[in-house]
């Protein structure tokens, strides 16, 4: 079935580097737009950054000019690039893809845990 594994996740000081891989399996991955979204215990799951599947990248206002997201389709894998990490970047990541052709096909990873605390 349909897999989006992410990983890279960890413990990070304030000010610090992380970046999160999505690697996706059985799903034609050019024709998905991917999506990084973030949970904190006891909040809403919120969008943090998306890309289309012709590159271009959105972002919430939270992590403008910190956070990269990039693609790479011949291995089926989305990035995000987590600079100048803050205490309330904190949080589960999630990714999500959804298919540029079906937006009923939408598919979600188990997440990576991120914790930025000194």
């Known amino acids: 079935q349909v897999q989006l594994v992410e990983s890279g996740g960890g413990l990070v000081q304030p000010g610090g580097s992380l970046r999160l891989s999505c690697a996706a399996s059985?799903?034609?991955?050019?024709?998905?737009?991917m999506s990084w979204y973030r949970q904190a215990p006891g909040k809403e799951r919120e969008l943090v950054a998306g890309i289309s599947i012709t590159g271009t990248p959105n972002y919430a206002d939270s992590v403008k000019g910190r956070f990269t997201i990039s693609r790479d389709n011949a291995r089926a894998t989305t990035y995000l690039q987590m600079n100048s990490l803050k205490a309330e970047d904190t949080a589960m990541y999630y990714c999500?893809?959804?298919?540029?052709?079906?937006?009923?096909?939408?598919?979600w990873g188990k997440g990576t845990q991120v914790t930025v605390s000194s």
């Open positions: 999500k893809g959804r298919s540029w052709d079906d937006i009923r096909a939408e598919y």
């Open positions: 059985r799903i034609t991955f050019s024709r998905f737009d």
